[in-house]
């Protein structure tokens, strides 16, 4: 399995995303300038990482998103291989447009980071193959500008086809006002687009993937990746 | 000559003038009148600042430097320093902080060290006064909004209120560091023939003079000021961050230095004068921002995010294409010469030449007169018996648990990236904040704490506890103190009183210092913290480093175990002197505090950390604001569990329970090792408290409230 | 070929919540703004661009809207052109 983390000025998560990658698949994991055109042969899995890419002026992800990378990015995608947004990276995607829907500043307009339980809405993803459904688990966020939202119809379609992947939930997997961090439309932290191959979500697995950092339910979502390109080798 | 009007003093003008052999001009004094200012020059505290030991095993670089460093052990060092931006906080808070941030970053990185953690020292004025609001939560997004987007977590910090800081908040930012020992980035090591090169942003108007402006007391008309705040940047600052450290891991530096107060000039003939070298700069060379700047407004623009580099002239062309790599202005402004003449060209002319020395450390020392306050000893004026005991014990604790500073400061933290990096062992709301080291068993720990009531009440004592107080946190995690940095926020030292206030603080920290053997290894003076309203507290921030040899010996808070047995360590007459109990109930702040024996915290210590590193307690946690009872409070409420607590003592409840000050600690300890806890324990006092068990907190009969009735922070599981 | 300032106006759509007008607009209400019915905030953005005419000049600032300057999912704009 090889990954590719693409570096814009501003990322900030990208060295956790590679530390976290490797610590615990011990996989190969190179770093992708978002000046190059191209991404390494071969690429199993891209992630475009958390962070401020360029700012966040403007809009988060606006400028990002054009930057001259995101070509290969968006064929790569196109293709069907496996594209991984977080947080910041999620903006990107949306700004692409190969994720429906944007990302406005939180219900409360101020920055939050603290872990937040979410519960898993779809194993029928290779990101999350290795989840129960309906599992509740713990990944922090850490963002301003988390607030999901698209037009009511796009709304419904995307919940018709089961895109929803990851939606914030109090300890007992219930989905409240309050369990919602940001007031995301139908509190929803995570989403996959059609082909099944692209997801975005804001909360952070990477932060999630070790004991010594307060959690490990991350670990579980890279191992699905892992588990879902060996199964697609063989 | 008018040299008043550039902020300089007549024997600072006679120094001047006979360092030069002749009338300085215009620009010169320009430049001397900030580089010669309190902020810069510490002029008025540096004989004093020599009161502070800054020498041990562990300290391999000292004061003096962009930062200090201490020795982590395997090669790796810890570079860390803690810096005011109080002025520029209490007229712009937001940008004003976002900037102090911005600086101690880049004073971090100006070493070759990889900026890993923050800290922040907030001290807000009363939480109903008219301004409080509008600064604190000003401060509060920009070290936020700041520290969020460079990708440097905040992993902790101090806030404290209270009314003298209502017209003169404080905002004091810690940075840490790591770096290889072998590959520490010196300002001393230029050689004459090298290049001058600026990295980073353009220069513009902003900021011009702001350490002249620190350096006065703040007046009604400071509004008027405000051209001379800096804008931060901190996506700029990102780049710079990695720009630097490839060009260090490439070794194409030869010394770095940040541009901080007063800009160019001050960075520039700081690597001459330490390098011993002489250094001609063209400014009409350095990238602008607008087009029409005078030569001396250049020499002093504090535009952010940008860093002097000095260069072998072979390396250029390298040094160019990273900086470009990370689309960053870069331009040679001049070069080292041999000598220590320091010049400045304009378009060819020159317009101000100095000894290179003469900028940094020609200014003349002032030496303040120094009286003792009168009514010193009339604020020590406490009779316990006289005070009443709580009519509700239950009410006191839990309205304690509320003031503003005990109280959660989770809408603080939650608004910090405290997480980006991924080495967050502890975070903020944690007595300790630590940190894991990618590929190493080391923990770092660091603390950032200060007490000023009790340094207002008495500065020895109250200076001494704010160190211990420190010191004692780590030692109970488990980690060894290392050395400290100290931010030192006093008022005017041109009041006798005042300046006789700043003198003792620092000579009882500097005594803990030397008792607990944990030297200084940087720090920073800010004076002239006073308004019409009156002068702050006297108010020293102390930010201590320590190691933890791995994460088994690492001893954590809040984590009580059914049945451990409760135990206070340390004297068990504490004091209500300058007490947030005593605060609470009075509204004002009296008595007199602890006296401070070295011999007793250094004995605290060691046990201490062999607690700790033998894993004889589930849970420890110093004992400091708020007293025993907070304590218990905490960690009962951390733990979500209760505890059944009842003792002898020999002085009244409340002062047990509230006192604060002195060498104390409550752990947990499982029944099966109290033996063991006991006797590493001999010879100190110790005190059984009770035993952790059921929902509810009962003490002494007096106290009994279910522990989820408690404020405490939030629990996601 | 003629320089032209055009200005741009990047509001949110109708609908979409702007938390940021809504915290200024409850901070105006705690002031004393009895009057105040509601709060936007939007972005402000400047162009010069050269062009033949001002028509031309506002089809490229349009397309730069829609290139970059606007997400068109969330937010309308407005664009005035100006003769230098």
Not at chain 1, 42 to 66: E, N
Not at chain 2, 204 to 214: E, K, L, T, V
Request: with cysteine; net charge negative; hydrophobic share 40%.
């Amino acid at each position: 399995m090889k990954t590719a983390v693409i570096i814009f000025p501003g990322s900030n998560c990208d060295q956790d995303v590679l530390y976290a990658v490797r610590n615990t698949l011990g996989t190969e994991v190179r770093a992708v300038w978002h000046g190059e055109r191209e991404i390494p042969d071969g690429t199993d899995l891209v992630i475009l990482p958390g962070g401020f890419s360029y700012g966040d002026y403007l809009r988060c992800g606006a400028m990002a998103a054009r930057s001259p990378v995101m070509q290969a990015v968006i064929d790569h995608g196109r293709r069907g291989g496996l594209l991984l947004g977080i947080c910041n990276g999620f903006q990107v995607l949306t700004e692409t447009r190969l994720l429906p829907g944007a990302l406005l500043t939180n219900r409360i307009p101020a920055f939050i980071c603290r872990p937040c339980l979410l519960r898993v809405e779809s194993t029928a993803t290779p990101f999350t193959s290795m989840y129960a459904e309906g599992q509740v688990v713990q990944f922090p966020i850490a963002h301003a500008d988390g607030r999901y939202t698209l037009p009511d119809d796009e709304l419904k379609a995307l919940e018709d086809r089961g895109g929803v992947v990851f939606r914030y939930c109090d300890g007992a997997g219930n989905v409240t006002e309050e369990s919602n961090p940001n007031g995301a439309m139908n509190g929803i932290a995570g989403i996959v687009n059609e082909g099944g191959n692209i997801l975005g979500l804001m909360p952070h697995p990477e932060r999630a993937s070790e004991a010594i950092l307060g959690g490990v339910d991350g670990c579980a979502f890279w191992r699905s990746i892992f588990s879902t390109l060996q199964e697609r080798r063989v | 000559m008018d040299f008043r009007r550039y902020g300089i003093r007549e024997e600072e003008y006679l120094a001047a003038r006979e360092a030069l052999g002749r009338e300085p001009n215009e620009c010169e004094l320009r430049i001397l009148g900030v580089m010669w200012s309190e902020h810069c020059s510490y002029k008025s505290t540096k004989h004093l600042l020599k009161l502070f030991p800054n020498k041990g095993d562990k300290v391999v670089l000292g004061p003096g430097e962009n930062a200090g460093i201490v020795d982590l052990g395997d090669g790796l060092g810890a570079a860390f320093k803690v810096e005011s931006h109080n002025h520029p906080s209490a007229v712009a808070p937001y940008q004003g902080a976002a900037t102090g941030v911005g600086g101690i970053i880049r004073d971090i990185l100006a070493l070759g060290a990889r900026p890993v953690a923050s800290m922040d020292g907030l001290f807000f004025g009363a939480p109903g006064h008219g301004k409080t609001a509008m600064l604190s939560s000003g401060i509060v997004r920009g070290v936020g909004d700041y520290g969020n987007a460079v990708g440097v977590p905040t992993v902790g910090g101090k806030t404290v209120y209270d009314p003298s800081y209502n017209e003169n908040p404080l905002l004091n930012a810690f940075n840490l560091g790591l770096v290889r020992l072998d590959e520490i980035v010196s300002s001393q090591t230029a050689k004459p023939g090298q290049l001058v090169v600026l990295l980073g942003s353009k220069t513009g108007r902003d900021g011009i003079a702001g350490a002249a402006f620190a350096s006065v007391e703040l007046s009604d008309d400071a509004k008027a000021d405000r051209p001379s705040i800096q804008i931060g940047d901190p996506f700029a600052e990102k780049l710079l961050i990695e720009a630097c450290l490839e060009l260090q891991a490439k070794r194409l530096i030869v010394s770095m230095q940040d541009m901080g107060a007063a800009g160019i000039t001050s960075s520039s003939s700081e690597v001459a004068a330490k390098s011993g070298v002489g250094m001609v700069l063209a400014f009409d060379k350095v990238p602008l921002r607008a087009a029409d700047m005078e030569p001396w407004e250049i020499a002093l623009s504090e535009s952010q995010e940008r860093m002097l580099l000095i260069v072998e002239p072979r390396h250029l062309e390298e040094v160019m294409a990273v900086a470009e790599r990370w689309e960053l202005d870069c331009a040679v402004i001049g070069e080292t010469t041999e000598g220590d003449g320091y010049s400045i060209l304009f378009h060819g002319e020159e317009v101000a030449s100095f000894p290179a020395s003469l900028v940094g450390d020609g200014c003349p020392p002032i030496h303040w007169p120094a009286r003792k306050p009168d009514n010193l000893e009339k604020g020590w004026e406490l009779d316990v018996e006289t005070l009443p005991l709580p009519e509700d014990w239950n009410e006191t604790l839990l309205s304690l648990l509320s003031e503003p500073s005990l109280a959660s400061k989770e809408w603080i933290y939650d608004q910090y990236d405290s997480m980006v990096q991924t080495n967050t062992v502890r975070g903020p709301g944690h007595p300790v904040s630590v940190l894991r080291i990618k590929g190493r068993e080391t923990l770092v720990a660091m603390v950032l704490d200060a007490d000023p009531w009790k340094c207002a009440l008495d500065p020895f004592r109250g200076g001494a506890e704010a160190v211990a107080r420190t010191v004692r946190a780590l030692a109970v995690a488990g980690a060894e103190p290392l050395g400290l940095t100290d931010c030192l926020n006093f008022p005017s030292p041109e009041n006798p009183e005042q300046y006789w206030v700043m003198m003792e603080c620092i000579k009882g920290m500097a005594a803990c210092c030397e008792a607990l053997q944990c030297p200084v290894v940087s720090g920073n003076v800010s004076l002239y913290n006073e308004s019409a309203a009156g002068a702050i507290l006297p108010t020293p921030v102390i930010g201590t480093v320590g190691v933890i040899p791995s994460v088994g010996q690492f001893l954590p808070s809040g984590r009580w175990h059914d049945g451990d047995v409760l135990f206070q360590v340390g004297p068990c007459i504490p004091s209500l002197a300058g007490s947030q109990y005593l605060l609470m109930r009075e509204g004002r702040n009296r008595g007199r505090p602890l006296e401070f024996l070295p011999d007793v915290e250094a004995g605290f210590v060691r046990r201490a950390l062999k607690t700790a590193r033998d894993g004889v307690a589930s849970s420890g946690r110093a004992v400091a604001g708020g007293g025993l009872a907070v304590a218990i409070a905490r960690e009962a409420t951390e733990s979500g569990l209760g505890a059944v607590v009842s003792f002898e003592i020999p002085t009244r409840r409340d002062v047990l329970l509230f006192g604060e000050g002195g060498a104390r600690a409550l752990y947990s300890v499982p029944m099966a090792k109290v033996p063991l806890f006991k006797s590493l324990w001999r010879g100190f006092p110790l005190l059984e408290l009770g035993r952790v068990q059921g929902a509810e907190l009962e003490i002494n009969g007096v106290i009994s409230v279910p522990v989820d009735t408690l404020p405490s922070p939030r629990r996601i599981r | 070929m003629t320089a032209w300032h055009v200005h741009v106006y990047i509001q949110l759509k109708d609908g979409v919540l702007d938390t940021q007008g809504k915290a200024v607009e409850r901070s105006l209400h705690s002031l004393g703004h009895d009057s105040l019915q509601a709060v936007k905030i939007g972005k402000y953005v400047q162009l010069w661009i050269n062009a033949d005419s001002e028509q031309s000049a506002r089809q490229q600032a349009v397309r730069m809207c829609d290139d970059l300057l606007v997400n068109g999912i969330i937010e309308q704009f407005s664009v005035e052109v100006e003769g230098e």
